[in-house]
C-alpha cells in the first residue's frame, strides 16, 4: 500500500533507527553526530502546510505521501518537500513519522542526513539517494513534474488530456503518469502521479500544497 501517516513523534534523536531497505548501503562523507541530530531536530520546526496553492510555480511546499518499488523491495511513508530556485529541503519519514531521510539540496551539493545520523555528500540528489537509501530519487527533474511541467533542462515529450493537463511525459528516461489533479487549483496542480524508470517506481500523492515563506 503506498499510504503512509506523517504524525508528529518524538525527536528524531530518540527514535529506534529506521531504513528504507535492508540492502541500505552506509557510506560516503560523514560529518559530526552532533551536527547531524540538529538537522533532523529541524523538523519540529516547520510550519503546518494549508490547502492554499504555492505563490508561483517556482516555489512550492507539499506535504504527502511517497511509494517506491523497486523490484521485489519496496518502501511506504511521508514526505515533507519545500523547494526554491537553487535549493531544495526534503523530509522522508516511516509509516510511523521516524526521520528516514533529510535531504537538502544546494546549487553545488546536496546532503542527505540518514535517521542514524550519517551525513552523505553528493553533487546531485539522483546519485546520492542512489547510493545511500538504494533507490534513485530524480530530485531536479521531480521539481517540474510535480507541478505538471517538462524540465527545461533536457528533451522531453509530453501528452495532454482533453483540459490541457498533462497526462503523461517522458523525460530522461522516465516515464510520468499523472493519476490525479487537484479541484479549483489555479494552475492545475497534479494531486498524485507515478514516475517510473526500469525495475523503479515512485509514486508521490500531494495532500496539501503551501507557500513556501517562512519556511527553513
Same mark, same amino acid.
Given at each position: 500500500?503506498?499510504?503512509?501517516?506523517?504524525?508528529?513523534?518524538?525527536?528524531?534523536?530518540?527514535?529506534?533507527?529506521?531504513?528504507?531497505?535492508?540492502?541500505? =548501503?552506509?557510506?560516503?562523507?560523514?560529518?559530526?553526530?552532533?551536527?547531524?541530530?540538529?538537522?533532523?531536530?529541524?523538523?519540529?520546526? @516547520?510550519p503546518e502546510p494549508?490547502?492554499?496553492p504555492p505563490a508561483? @510555480? /517556482?516555489?512550492?511546499?507539499?506535504?504527502?505521501?511517497? $511509494?517506491?518499488?523497486?523490484?521485489?523491495?519496496?518502501?511506504? $511513508?511521508?514526505?515533507?518537500?519545500?523547494?526554491?530556485?537553487?535549493?531544495? /529541503?526534503?523530509?522522508?519519514?516511516?509509516?510511523?513519522?521516524?526521520?528516514?531521510?533529510?535531504?537538502?539540496?544546494?546549487?553545488?551539493?546536496?546532503?542527505?542526513?540518514?535517521?542514524? $545520523?550519517?551525513?552523505?555528500?553528493?553533487?546531485?540528489?539522483?546519485?546520492?539517494? =542512489?547510493?545511500?537509501?538504494?533507490?534513485?530519487?530524480? @530530485?531536479?527533474?521531480?521539481?517540474?513534474?510535480?507541478?505538471?511541467?517538462?524540465?527545461?533542462?533536457?528533451? $522531453?515529450?509530453?501528452?495532454?488530456?482533453?483540459?490541457?493537463?498533462?497526462?503523461?511525459?517522458?523525460?530522461?528516461?522516465?516515464?510520468?503518469?499523472?493519476?490525479?489533479?487537484?479541484?479549483?487549483?489555479?494552475?492545475?496542480?497534479?494531486?498524485?502521479?507515478?514516475?517510473?524508470?526500469?525495475?523503479?517506481?515512485?509514486? @508521490?500523492?500531494?495532500? =496539501?500544497?503551501? =507557500?513556501?515563506?517562512?519556511?527553513?
Amino acid at each position: 500500500m503506498w499510504c503512509a501517516s506523517s504524525r508528529t513523534e518524538p525527536s528524531p534523536a530518540e527514535r529506534p533507527a529506521s531504513t528504507v531497505f535492508a540492502s541500505v =548501503r552506509l557510506h560516503g562523507l560523514r560529518a559530526g553526530v552532533a551536527a547531524a541530530l540538529m538537522l533532523l531536530g529541524a523538523c519540529a520546526t @516547520l510550519p503546518e502546510p494549508t490547502d492554499e496553492p504555492p505563490a508561483t @510555480l /517556482e516555489a512550492f511546499s507539499l506535504t504527502g505521501r511517497l $511509494g517506491v518499488r523497486h523490484g521485489d523491495q519496496g518502501f511506504s $511513508g511521508g514526505v515533507r518537500w519545500t523547494h526554491t530556485p537553487g535549493r531544495d /529541503e526534503l523530509w522522508i519519514v516511516s509509516p510511523l513519522g521516524q526521520a528516514v531521510a533529510h535531504v537538502r539540496g544546494e546549487a553545488d551539493a546536496v546532503t542527505l542526513v540518514t535517521s542514524e $545520523g550519517q551525513v552523505h555528500q553528493a553533487a546531485d540528489a539522483a546519485s546520492l539517494t =542512489r547510493d545511500v537509501l538504494g533507490w534513485e530519487l530524480p @530530485l531536479g527533474g521531480l521539481a517540474y513534474w510535480a507541478t505538471g511541467r517538462l524540465s527545461p533542462a533536457s528533451p $522531453g515529450q509530453a501528452r495532454y488530456d482533453s483540459e490541457g493537463r498533462l497526462a503523461t511525459l517522458v523525460q530522461d528516461g522516465w516515464e510520468i503518469r499523472y493519476l490525479a489533479y487537484g479541484k479549483g487549483d489555479n494552475p492545475p496542480l497534479p494531486r498524485t502521479l507515478s514516475a517510473s524508470r526500469g525495475a523503479l517506481e515512485i509514486r @508521490l500523492t500531494i495532500d =496539501r500544497w503551501a =507557500r513556501p515563506g517562512g519556511v527553513r
